[in-house]
């Protein structure tokens, strides 16, 4: 029989979030190492996709990929298979190729040899044999923003998952969190208008859960600003919806379903039954819409 | 076609909902330290509650130092570790809280985390919660890495 269990819970700042990871086991060394290798892999992810770094994938893609085909990480590869599968599944509401439009908007930095671009792609991003990366039209830039966060999660949770003689584990990159074990997590679900009320919780085993919301800025005040989600058309959605919490089994998909539900509002129910995934949308008028198949997991506040 | 179920939240229930203020105590600064270091034998205290070197067989392998951020909402106690030549080695949060207006100073707050040490493990599941929703801005905190950096690189011996 395993002795009393270990529960260790950390935190670093990656991501550009708070990134937490707990894990229970055994032996208290054994969970701290698993926690530093589950760290790490979501370090390597940042790495590889932010838009920031100049040396990532994402950075060399954005740079090269229209005038010749880029080589990239199995895990940049990956993440770039499910973003086209979702783009076109979605009719192009997800879409990783809206770099220029968010620098247009301030949203994201943008660099001295970019040329200002409106025009909205369709399918943009050819993926090719052995990890070769093209970009169809001049000018596309792709952002993984909307997918990666989760990735990460999965990738972190996969390594504690693997460690050996870990119990159970929780990794929460700001909010897109996934769980492994015996355990069941209760998630709280902020207000997206109010952040200093909880909306319900959620009770969260063995899968994952991603919120999105119009944007707040918890420094500077409690108020919503605008939403950093882009609909067709470069608008920001005007559906009525404050925020989503999506659930799946894997974290990179909630995380970009949220993407679609936030533009798609109602519409989304097909998409999300395709991915085996639910939803809790929360309605500016402050109705709050489930999935059916999710009601028993969703504690509102009452 | 899917049917969603849908519900209304009375505004009064939405405000009579429990006071959403957070606190999490992650490492202790003794955890963060050997986390930092485990070939450390020894972590003399340099400056008061603040600066550590960590030292293995009398010699130095590196620098701890405890730092806190202090923002509107936000107050967050990390460390960063330094290498002997003053790089950053690894950062760790160490405890957050966040709050809005006065629900910090409620004793109800407070009170849920009374007692929490590294010596009673936290029973995360049902005292300690997990929140969706919000993506927290790190910013300060690496804004705060820079400073530590500027502050001590090179000058720690």
């Not at chain 1, 698993?34 to 893609?61: K, N, P, W, Y």
């Not at chain 2, 950062?91 to 409620?106: A, C, H």
Request: proline share 4%; charged share 20%; net charge neutral.
């Amino acid at each position: 029989m395993p002795d009393v269990s270990n529960r260790i819970r950390r935190a670093k700042p990656l991501l550009g979030t708070f990134v937490e990871i707990e894990a229970a086991g055994p032996v208290r060394s054994v969970v701290n190492q698993a926690i530093d290798a589950a760290f790490e892999a979501v370090a390597t992810v940042h790495r590889l996709m932010s838009f920031h770094a100049a040396d990532s994938d994402v950075s060399r893609l954005n740079r090269e990929a229209f005038d010749r085909p880029v080589m990239v990480h199995d895990w940049t590869f990956g993440v770039l298979e499910a973003s086209v599968a979702l783009h076109r599944q979605s009719n192009g509401i997800f879409d990783i190729a809206t770099a220029p439009i968010l620098q247009t908007l301030a949203l994201l930095p943008r660099f001295d040899d970019d040329a200002p671009v409106d025009e909205r792609t369709y399918d943009a991003v050819e993926l090719l044999e052995g990890q070769m990366v093209r970009f169809r039209q001049r000018h596309v830039k792709i952002d993984l923003g909307g997918i990666a966060k989760g990735f990460a999660v999965d990738q972190a949770l996969n390594v504690l998952r693997g460690a050996g003689r870990i119990d159970s584990g929780l990794v929460n990159a700001g909010g897109d969190l996934a769980a492994f074990g015996a355990d069941c997590q209760l998630v709280d679900i902020r207000h997206p208008r109010e952040p200093s009320r909880i909306v319900g919780q959620v009770k969260v085993s063995n899968e994952a859960l991603a919120s999105t919301a119009r944007r707040f800025d918890l420094f500077r005040s409690g108020q919503t600003t605008g939403s950093a989600i882009i609909g067709p058309g470069r608008l920001p959605p005007t559906n009525g919806i404050d925020g989503v919490t999506v659930r799946a089994a894997s974290c990179m998909i909630a995380d970009a379903l949220t993407k679609i539900a936030m533009i798609s509002g109602a519409d989304s129910a097909g998409l999300l039954e395709r991915y085996r995934a639910s939803a809790l949308l929360i309605n500016a008028d402050g109705d709050v819409q489930i999935s059916p198949d999710w009601q028993y997991a969703v504690y509102l506040a009452a | 076609m899917t049917e969603w179920i849908r519900y209304t939240l009375p505004a009064a229930a939405i405000a009579a909902a429990t006071s959403p203020a957070y606190a999490m105590q992650y490492l202790s600064i003794e955890e963060a330290q050997k986390q930092a270091f485990p070939s450390a034998s020894h972590f003399t205290e340099l400056q008061a509650g603040r600066v550590w070197k960590a030292e293995a067989g009398g010699r130095a392998v590196g620098f701890f130092i405890f730092d806190r951020v202090v923002g509107k909402h936000l107050y967050i106690d990390y460390a960063v570790a330094l290498t002997p030549a003053g790089a950053v080695h690894s950062v760790e949060i160490l405890q957050y809280r966040e709050s809005y207006g006065g629900e910090v100073r409620s004793p109800g707050w407070l009170g849920q985390f009374a007692g929490k040490t590294s010596a009673s493990p936290l029973k995360v599941n049902s005292d300690i919660r997990n929140i969706a929703g919000a993506t927290l801005s790190s910013l300060h905190v690496t804004e705060g890495v820079k400073k530590v950096l500027a502050t001590y690189a090179g000058r720690l011996k």
